[in-house]
C-alpha cells in the first residue's frame, strides 16, 4: 500500500495555517510570561476587567505549563519532517522523548488548571479536562506503537495530539469574536470557546488522517 500524500496546495496551506498558530501561541505565552515575571502590567479589559489573576495566584503552575507548552509547539511540527529523519534519526528521536515529556508535563498541568484558573466555571472546566485527558491517551497511544515499531499508527497518534495541542491557539481568535461580537460575559462564552476549538481541531485531524494515509 502507497501512502497517499496530499496535494501540494493543501500541504502549503496546512504549513502557513499550523505556522499563524505556532506564532499566536508563542505571543500568547510570551506575554503571560512577561506579565508573571513583572515586566508587563496586567491586562484589564476595560468591559470585563482583570484577566491575569488567576495566573498570578499559581505563578509556579502557569510556567511549568507555559514553558514545556512552547518546546511542544516549536519541536513537534520539526517530528513530521522526513528531511530530519533521513538526515539524523538519532535527532529525531532525541527530539521525540523531548516532545514526549513536555506533552506529559502539558496534559497533568492541563488538568491541574482545569480546576484552579478556569475563567468559564464548569463549561471550561469539562472541555479542558476531557481534552487534556485525550491529549495523553494519545501521547501514550504513540508512544506505543513506536515500541512495536508501527510507524503508521505513531504518526497518526502523534497528529492526534499535535492537532489536541494547536487548539489552545485557535481558541484565542474565537475568544476575540465573542468578545467583539457577542454580549455574553467571559465567565460564559469561554467554555464555548475551549469547546469549539478543541472539537474543531479533533475533527480536522481525523479527517486528514482517514484521508491521506502513511505507511513509511
Not at 468591559?47 to 518546546?71: C, E, Q
Not at 534519526?89 to 532525541?94: A, D, G, L, M, S
Request: charged residues 15%; glycine residues 6%.
Amino acid at each position: 500500500m502507497k501512502d497517499k500524500k496530499p496535494p501540494i496546495w493543501l500541504l502549503r496551506t496546512r504549513n502557513i495555517v499550523i505556522t499563524l498558530l505556532v506564532l499566536i501561541a508563542l505571543i500568547v505565552a510570551s506575554r503571560r510570561m512577561l506579565t508573571l515575571g513583572g515586566v508587563l502590567k496586567p491586562y484589564v479589559n476595560p468591559k470585563f476587567g482583570p484577566f491575569d489573576n488567576r495566573f498570578a495566584v499559581y505563578p509556579f503552575l502557569t510556567f511549568l505549563h507555559i514553558i514545556p507548552g512552547v518546546l511542544f509547539l516549536v519541536l513537534t511540527p520539526l517530528q513530521f519532517s522526513k528531511k530530519l529523519r533521513s538526515h539524523s534519526i538519532k535527532t529525531h528521536r532525541v527530539m521525540g522523548w523531548i516532545v514526549a515529556t513536555c506533552a506529559f508535563i502539558i496534559g497533568i498541568t492541563a488538568l491541574i488548571m482545569s480546576f484552579k484558573m478556569a475563567i468559564g466555571g464548569a463549561i471550561e472546566t469539562a472541555a479542558t479536562v476531557t481534552f487534556a485527558l485525550f491529549f495523553l491517551f494519545a501521547l501514550f497511544k504513540a508512544l506505543y506503537h513506536i515500541k512495536q515499531k508501527q510507524i503508521s499508527l505513531h504518526r497518526e497518534w502523534m497528529i492526534r495530539m499535535f492537532a489536541i495541542g494547536l487548539a489552545i491557539a485557535t481558541v484565542r481568535p474565537i475568544v476575540g469574536l465573542f468578545f467583539g461580537f457577542s454580549k455574553l460575559g467571559p465567565h460564559q462564552f469561554f467554555g464555548i470557546a475551549f469547546w469549539i476549538g478543541f472539537i474543531l481541531h479533533a475533527i480536522i485531524a481525523e479527517i486528514y488522517i482517514r484521508k491521506y494515509k502513511y505507511t513509511g
